[in-house]
Nanobody, 122 residues
Framework: QVQLVESGGGLVQPGGSLRLSCAAS????????IGWFRQAPGKEREGISC????????YYTDSVKGRFTISRDNAKNTVYLQMNSLRPEDTAVYYC???????????????WGQGTQVTVSS
């Protein structure tokens, strides 16, 4: 079973930046895709970005394109989400997850981290 630990969340002013990390216990065939999701209070969980651990292919939801960048360090079994130009509407609990499908939907993912809070506020 893959274990995931997110870190890097916090409070940041609008326009600021944060880098989230997702450390996995291992990368295997089951961890072909690593995805970042977020869930704001009263809203459904939203897939925002994902990356293939094999060839580095990436996908982003439209609301974060040009602002967020996902990357991987296979040697460290870690995936990062660099978030720039943060907006109040980016406030949410951010989760990483591993799965076998490079998609932005929850059904593609089997293992989830505990989440890290990101708050964008002045």
């Amino acid at each position: 079973q893959v274990q995931l630990v997110e870190s890097g969340g916090g409070l940041v002013q609008p326009g600021g930046s944060l880098r989230l990390s997702c450390a996995a216990s291992t990368f295997t065939l089951e961890t072909y895709a690593i995805g970042w999701f977020r869930q704001a209070p009263g809203k459904e969980r939203e897939g925002i970005s994902c990356i293939s651990t094999s060839d580095g292919s990436t996908y982003y939801t439209d609301s974060v394109k040009g602002r967020f960048t996902i990357s991987r360090d296979n040697a460290k079994n870690t995936v990062y989400l660099q978030m720039n130009s943060l907006r109040p509407e980016d406030t949410a609990v951010y989760y990483c997850a591993t799965g076998r499908a490079l998609v932005l939907q929850s059904w593609g993912y089997d293992y989830w981290g505990q989440g890290t809070q990101v708050t964008v506020s002045s």
